[in-house]
T-cell receptor, first 118, second 115 residues
Framework: ETGVTQTPRHLVMGMTNKKSLKCEQHLGHNAMYWYKQSAKKPLELMFVYNFKEQTENNSVPSRFSPECPNSSHLFLHLHTLQPEDSALYLC?????????????????FGPGTRLTVT | AQKVTQAQTEISVVEKEDVTLDCVYE???????LFWYKQPPSGELVFLIRRNSFDEQNEISGRYSWNFQKSTSSFNFTITASQVVDSAVYFCALSETGANSKLTFGKGITLSVRP
């Protein structure tokens, strides 16, 4: 595998389900990100992990719960979602020197998980 | 606060035409980074270029070229002799520097290249 991979590619879930999105990067990067891409809206940064530590949470509702067990893997645990949470969820990674913010260097993205909440 | 405006929402051209995608940004910082990403129908954003605000040289990479104009706060992207494979959504993004920097994306421009 190369680059950034995400599974599943498509997910349909009811509002009472619990599911998880998985992201894996094979680039040796130390920072990973979750973005949400809704129709007609700019990409929204949700979470940033740097060296496995969460460094940013952009006011994301608690029904989204990230987990970063190591610098190569990132999960997004989903529970009790709403229909408006339907979107493309993109994972990205980058190399991030200490003390630098997440915007400083180019990020490499996975293909995304298309989530539909019914 | 930083902001990126991509005023064009959809552009349609015929193959082999040249096309320019506009990007205008706002920032209070004197040091910042500008990016372009391509999102083909497969979904993943593909990094195209990162430009430091101190480097105003235009850049050319094959059929792609970028025109950075600090005076007008613009970072436009031109595709020469467009091809069907160039059909995608193109995003411009801005990042200020420092420990709290993060990417701010524009809304994207959908480019359709017809054979």
């Amino acid at each position: 595998e190369t680059g950034v991979t995400q599974t599943p590619r498509h997910l349909v879930m009811g509002m009472t389900n619990k599911k998880s999105l998985k992201c894996e990067q094979h680039l040796g990067h130390n920072a990973m990100y979750w973005y949400k891409q809704s129709a007609k809206k700019p990409l929204e940064l949700m979470f940033v992990y740097n060296f496995k530590e969460q460094t940013e949470n952009n006011s994301v509702p608690s029904r989204f719960s990230p987990e970063c067990p190591n610098s190569s893997h990132l999960f997004l645990h989903l529970h009790t979602l709403q229909p408006e949470d339907s979107a493309l969820y993109l994972c990205a990674s980058s190399q991030l020197p200490p003390g630098q913010g997440s915007g400083s260097y180019e990020q490499y993205f996975g293909p995304g998980t298309r989530l539909t909440v019914t | 606060a930083q902001k990126v405006t991509q005023a064009q929402t959809e552009i349609s051209v015929v193959e082999k035409e040249d096309v320019t995608l506009d990007c205008v940004y706002e920032t209070r910082d004197t040091t910042y980074y500008l990016f372009w990403y391509k999102q083909p129908p497969s979904g993943e954003l593909v990094f195209l270029i990162r430009r430091n605000s101190f480097d105003e040289q235009n850049e050319i990479s094959g059929r792609y070229s970028w025109n950075f104009q600090k005076s007008t706060s613009s970072f436009n992207f031109t595709i020469t002799a467009s091809q069907v494979v160039d059909s995608a959504v193109y995003f411009c993004a801005l990042s200020e520097t420092g420990a709290n920097s993060k990417l701010t994306f524009g809304k994207g421009i959908t480019l359709s290249v017809r054979p």
